[in-house]
């Protein structure tokens, strides 16, 4: 099993940037792909962007693509979530997500653990 943490959520204003990182505890980090979702008020929890077990490959919403950028340092056990010209459409927790299964999946049933997530606001 494995626990996940988010912070780095906080107010921004709309063009801004935003770090989110997420740590794990537990069974051994780089056995699991990682991935970010974000759920607004009112909607459906959505994918954002997910990356492999090494870091070597990544994926992305077309809605983020370009603007966030995921990584990971397994050494340290933590996958981050920059995020740059922030929208205030981006307002959302955000979560983050582990699967032992293959990297890179969309759908949120992939994902075997989940963190408790950090809010997002960006005003405009």
């Known amino acids: 099993q494995v626990q996940l943490v988010e912070s780095g959520g906080g107010l921004v204003q709309a063009g801004g940037s935003l770090r989110l990182s997420c740590a794990a505890s537990?069974?051994?980090?780089?056995?699991?792909?990682m991935g970010w979702f974000r759920q607004a008020p009112g909607k459906e929890r959505e994918f954002v962007t997910a990356?492999?077990?090494?870091?070597?490959?990544?994926y992305y919403a077309d809605s983020v693509k370009g603007r966030f950028t995921i990584s990971r340092d397994n050494a340290k056990n933590t996958v981050y979530l920059q995020m740059n010209s922030l929208k205030p459409e981006d307002t959302a927790v955000y979560y983050c997500?582990?699967?032992?299964?293959?990297?890179?999946?969309?759908?949120?049933?992939?994902?075997?653990?989940w963190g408790q997530g950090t809010q997002v606001t960006v005003s405009s």
């Open positions: 997500a582990a699967a032992l299964g293959p990297p890179g999946s969309s759908w949120a049933g992939t994902y075997d653990y």
């Open positions: 990356i492999s077990w090494s870091g070597g490959s990544t």
């Open positions: 537990g069974r051994t980090f780089s056995s699991y792909a």
